[in-house]
């Protein structure tokens, strides 16, 4: 399985940036779908993620900024952050969780996303 993310890229305080990540295998065949992000020197947190079964997930801290959709043709989920701050400046990684896994277990490479204030 691959996830290719991308979108990444450099933009000011309350811009907007959208990634993309496009698995290589059906989306609906993962548990859930998800972002994470890692700023330096911090630990990697789940952004925003959604399961199969329908449920959304939202870090709370991003919550009204942040939106996760998927398009199921494309088998590609996209992560909308709106009104971006400093502190969203990190990698960011799309990850999937095989049915029965307790841990995400596939990983993109990760794009980085630089907000400046």
């Known amino acids: 399985v691959q996830l290719q993310a991308s979108g990444g890229g450099l933009v000011q305080t309350g811009g907007s940036l959208r990634l993309s990540c496009r698995s290589s295998?059906?989306?609906?065949?993962?548990?859930?779908v998800g972002w994470y992000r890692q700023a330096p020197g911090k630990q990697r947190e789940l952004v925003a993620a959604?399961?199969?079964?329908?449920?959304?997930y939202y870090a709370d801290s991003l919550k009204g900024r942040f939106t996760i959709s998927r398009d199921i043709m494309k088998n590609t989920v996209y992560l909308q952050m709106d009104s971006l701050k400093p502190e969203d400046t990190a990698v960011y990684y799309c990850a999937a969780k095989q049915i029965g896994q307790m841990r995400y277990d596939y990983w993109g490479q990760g794009t980085q996303v630089t907000v400046s204030s």
């Open positions: 959604f399961t199969t079964g329908g449920t959304t």
């Open positions: 295998r059906n989306i609906f065949s993962f548990e859930a």
